[in-house]
């Protein structure tokens, strides 16, 4: 069948950045599909986001005020997506 086809499937962008050493929870949280995968249960993405230190930044995102001259996406778009 068509979509079984390996050389055809697009990776996400989130599986690209999860297969990169060393990345931080902001380059998922600046990712467009991150909810998408979440949505999706993507299994590496949950449990990088169930790790403690992450849920504990998740959580700074929604509850602290971002400072005044925070850029839009650290005032806006990460506590949007946490």
Not at 13 to 22: C, Q, T, Y
Not at 37 to 57: P, Y
Not at 69 to 79: G, L, R, S, Y
Request: net charge negative; aromatic share 10%.
């Amino acid at each position: 069948m068509f979509w079984k086809l390996a050389s055809l499937s697009a990776t996400s962008p989130v599986e690209a950045i999860l297969d990169k050493e060393n990345f931080t929870l902001e380059e998922l949280l600046d990712e467009e599909e991150v909810i998408q995968e979440c949505k999706a249960l993507n299994s590496r993405l949950i449990n990088f986001l169930r790790d403690r230190a992450q849920v504990e930044q998740l959580l700074r995102y929604i509850v602290e005020e971002p400072p005044e001259d925070a850029e839009h996406k650290w005032a806006v778009k990460f506590p949007f997506i946490a």
